[in-house]
Structures are given as C-alpha cells and as structure tokens.
C-alpha cells in the first residue's frame, strides 16, 4: 500500500521560531511537493522537487525553503515562522509510471500564535 | 498566476438528488485531474482526462473534459452520504507534472 507520511498532524508554534515539516514516501517516486491549503483558495504550490537535491519554487515561496537530501524525503522550513503561516500543510508524491497522479498525506496543521 | 475556478463553493443536497461541480479556467490543460479530500485526509484522485471531450465514468460519477480543454466538469448521479467532501480540480498547462490547483467545492450529502 502506497504511503505518504508527514510528520505532525498538528503543530503550534510561536512568531519567529524556525519550523521543519518533514515528509517521506515509501514508492520511490522521483517527484515530491509542498502545498498549503486555505479556505477558499485551494491548493497552492510552495515548492517542488524533481530529484535529490533538485528543487524548484512553486508559486507561493516566500517565506519558506526546503530540503531533499534522500529520494523518499522532502523537508519544508519556515525560516522564521510569521502567523500569516498558520494554514494546513500538504506533502505529495509522484512520478512518470503513474501517470503523474499524486499521492498525499495526511496533513500538517500549522499554527503559528 | 493561473487560476482555475470552481463552482458552486459549497453544496449541501438531500440524499437521492443529482448535481454538477464545474471546473473553469481561461488556460488550455494538456490534462486534468479530479481530487476528493474528507476531512483530516489528504486528496486521493478520482480521474485523470487528457483528451477534449472526453467524458469518463467512475460508478454514479460522470467525469466530462471540455472539447477545448479549458474547463471540466463531474456530475453525481443519486447522491450518497458517502459522497461528502471537498472536491478539487487540477489542470496541468506544461505537459510536466505540475498541477494547478482549483479553488475547491464542499459537497454535503444529507441522509
């Protein structure tokens, strides 16, 4: 059974502190993504990677970085938390012989107070 | 930043009845996904569509690309509890594995 595994489900921060958000996935799939999801909005990209230590920006960057030092794995840092942060985090994986079809985990609730 | 908008943003609907979520944009999609997502879950995919006016069935749920690859729609047949959610389209432009999120449509179903 396919897996994408984040590493909190919920997460309270305080303004200023620096946040990991860690993501792996068990199908050795070459593409791995960060979004955040907000009502209203849906789901918009942060960042991407195509390959280790490959990454590419999505459209909403600012304020985050990351890093994918292992195949199966894809962290998201908020260098300096700030409460406009506070959102639902999303981690998902794919790759070609899937046609492309992404698979999510479960979800990191961010607050940032 | 393109947009792909979603209509209607919620849905609450008895049990039994039919309905339509559009999924709309002004940019051309080399293919399409749609996505449902219950709450404390990430999205699982539902269907992907690649060709202009293709329509797609999954059970009681009817998948229809537009012929000019600009706009989708999913249409439920009867209904179910079972089928409360959010849903979400996501258009790829480039023809590489970025997808373009829409902006969603909660559905309620009500017994």
């Known amino acids: 059974d396919v897996k994408v595994t984040q590493s909190s489900r919920y997460l309270v921060k305080r303004t200023g502190e620096k946040v990991f958000l860690e993501c792996v996935q068990d199908m050795d799939h070459e593409n791995m993504f960060w979004y955040r999801q907000d009502p209203g909005l849906g789901l918009r990209l942060i960042y991407f990677?195509?390959?280790?230590?490959?990454?590419e920006k999505g459209d909403i960057p600012e304020g985050y970085s990351v890093s994918r030092e292992k195949k199966e794995r894809f962290s998201l840092i908020l260098e300096s938390a700030s409460t406009n942060q506070t959102s639902m985090y999303l981690c998902?994986?794919?790759?070609?012989?899937?046609?492309?079809?992404?698979?999510f985990g479960p979800g990191t609730r961010l607050t940032v107070t | 930043t393109q947009l792909l908008e979603q209509s209607p943003q919620f849905l609450s609907i008895q049990e039994g009845e039919n309905l339509t979520v559009y999924c709309n944009s002004s940019?051309?999609?080399?293919?399409l996904q749609w996505y449902r997502q219950e709450p404390g879950e990430g999205p699982v995919l539902l269907v992907t569509?690649?060709?202009?006016?293709e329509v797609k069935k999954l059970k009681r749920l009817t998948f229809q690309f537009g012929d000019a690859r600009k706009d989708s729609s999913l249409h439920i047949t009867a209904a179910q509890p079972g089928d409360t959610g959010l849903y979400l389209c996501?258009?790829?432009?480039?023809?590489?594995?970025?997808?373009?999120f829409g902006t969603g449509t909660r559905l309620k179903v009500l017994a």
């Open positions: 990677s195509y390959d280790v230590k490959m990454k």
């Open positions: 998902a994986s794919s790759n070609r012989k899937s046609s492309y079809e992404q698979y």
């Open positions: 569509v690649v060709t202009g006016g």
């Open positions: 940019s051309v999609f080399s293919s």
């Open positions: 996501a258009g790829d432009t480039s023809g590489t594995y970025k997808y373009i």
